[in-house]
């Protein structure tokens, strides 16, 4: 097995190799073939790519929520293909945010009550001001006590956004966070994660179509038929550091 050849400390997460096969025999079919990345802390990353192309394939492996049938991804220097699924899954609770494109959120319950609900449910330990704290860092905590349907799509989205952060993971992995909103709300969205990047020190990656939030991020790695096509250089965003 390959070993971490950086000791670069600014590498949060390194992909060497990934090949992803779903399936076997003629029925097989590869998702993700030659992968070979480096993500460095403190950067919005975006993985930008047709459907299909295999981005929330390889989101999937970045986060320990899916194996790698080839290859190797590090985080911080330490084999995660090498975890066991209890190991993967204690990374996820305490190392990882994951905020999806639907919402998510329970109905009945306000924004406070759907955080401290999901802290709950992912086994973290909390209390009402570590709830209150996440809702304050995504400009919600004057809207705590409103219910989902109370909320336009860009707060419901912040509210999922404060629930994913509220144990303060190093690494925010978000699948389309903006899609299911309009221009100045996925705007908003990308400000509410660099301002996460800024004061919290974490790193942001995420799937997006969005040509205007790829115009945002530090780096865009384009992915085709399950390779990358291109990967940029880091880039400062409009929005500033």
């Avoid at 909103?181 to 705007?187: E, I, N, P, T, W």
């Avoid at 940029?232 to 929005?239: A, I, K, N």
Wanted: glycine residues 10%.
């Amino acid at each position: 097995m390959e070993t971490a050849r950086s000791n670069d400390r600014d590498i949060i997460l390194r992909a060497a190799g990934i090949k992803r096969v779903f399936g076997k025999g003629t029925g097989a079919v590869t998702a993700l073939k030659d992968i070979n990345l480096e993500i460095r802390r403190g950067q919005i990353v975006a993985l930008v790519g047709r459907s299909g192309s295999g981005k929330t394939t390889l989101l999937n492996i970045l986060s320990a929520l899916d194996e790698p049938t080839e290859g190797c991804v590090y985080f911080e220097g330490r084999d995660m293909t090498a975890w066991s699924e209890k190991q993967r899954s204690a990374h996820r609770r305490k190392q990882i945010g994951l905020v999806f494109q639907s919402f998510g959120l329970v109905p009945l319950m306000s924004a406070y009550e759907n955080v401290e609900f999901g802290m709950r449910v992912a086994g973290l330990k909390g209390n009402k001001e570590t709830a209150e704290r996440a809702l304050e860092r995504v400009g919600m905590r004057e809207r705590m006590k409103h219910r989902p349907t109370e909320l336009s799509g860009g707060e419901q989205q912040r509210v999922a956004i404060a629930r994913a952060i509220a144990h303060e993971p190093v690494l925010l992995i978000a699948d389309e966070p903006t899609a299911e909103l309009d221009s100045k709300m996925g705007l908003q969205i990308i400000k509410v994660f660099r301002d996460l990047v800024r004061r919290l020190g974490m790193t942001v990656v995420m799937t997006t179509h969005d040509p205007g939030v790829m115009e945002l991020v530090d780096q865009v790695i384009s992915l085709e038929d399950g390779t990358i096509a291109e990967q940029s250089d880091e880039t400062l965003s409009p929005l500033g550091r």
